[in-house]
């Protein structure tokens, strides 16, 4: 298996932040599903509702299975921004 890059995903959903969390259920179920369908290429890590608009952030081997993942699921891709560092306040401390 090749190895995974973090990826933030960007996706306009107009009142997603409005959505009930069996809303949210429904959504994070069908991003499970076709998950499953893309193989090991992907993972889920979180998203962060805000707005019209969601950023997830995602593990996958390329743009690809991230493309393929929002049609099975359904749900859209604005924009796929490859993550290559993370700082955090510990980063302070090297």
Known sequence: ???LKRYLIERDIP????????ELCGAAR????????????IQWQHSYVAGDKTFC???AESEEPI???????????TRITEVPQVIDPLTANN
């Open 57 to 59: 952030i995602y593990l």
């Open 15 to 22: 009142g997603i932040g409005g959505m009930s969390i069996v």
């Open 30 to 41: 069908a991003s499970n599903r076709a998950i499953e369908q893309v193989g090991g290429a």
């Open 1 to 3: 298996m090749a190895q």
């Open 67 to 77: 493309l393929r993942h929002a049609e099975l699921s359904g749900i859209p891709v």
